[in-house]
């Protein structure tokens, strides 16, 4: 089971649409849900399961200020040996200069 937030109804539109046509195309027994929250008040849905991966993209730069307590909502979500990957770009930065909050 595949489970998608965004922010806003749109972009859930979207996704169910897309998983519309993938599900008629490609494959039919695709089981995917997709929910307009935030972070900071997920869904049931949501909050009830563990994840094998977590996917966030170009999110975290709006509230770098809570970075703390995303990072624990994830934790809690995510499987043990679960992979997480963020996404967000703010500015060209020097490799160096990365390190230090890597």
């Known amino acids: ?14 996704a169910n649409e897309s998983l ?5 195309e490609k494959k039919p027994d695709l089981n ?3 929910y307009a ?7 049931e849905a949501v909050l009830n399961q ?4 977590v996917m966030m993209q170009t999110s975290l730069f709006y509230n770098h200020h809570r ?3 995303i990072l624990r909502n994830i934790a809690k979500m995510l499987c043990p040996g679960g992979c997480f990957v963020a996404t967000d ?3 060209i930065a020097e490799a160096d200069e990365l390190n230090e909050f890597m």
């Open 1 to 14: 089971l595949c489970r998608g937030v965004d922010l806003t109804e749109g972009n859930i539109d979207i």
């Open 20 to 24: 519309r046509m993938y599900k008629s």
């Open 32 to 34: 995917a849900e997709f």
């Open 37 to 43: 929250a935030s972070y900071f008040s997920l869904p």
């Open 50 to 53: 563990t994840f094998t991966h």
């Open 67 to 69: 970075i703390d307590e």
């Open 89 to 91: 770009f703010s500015r």
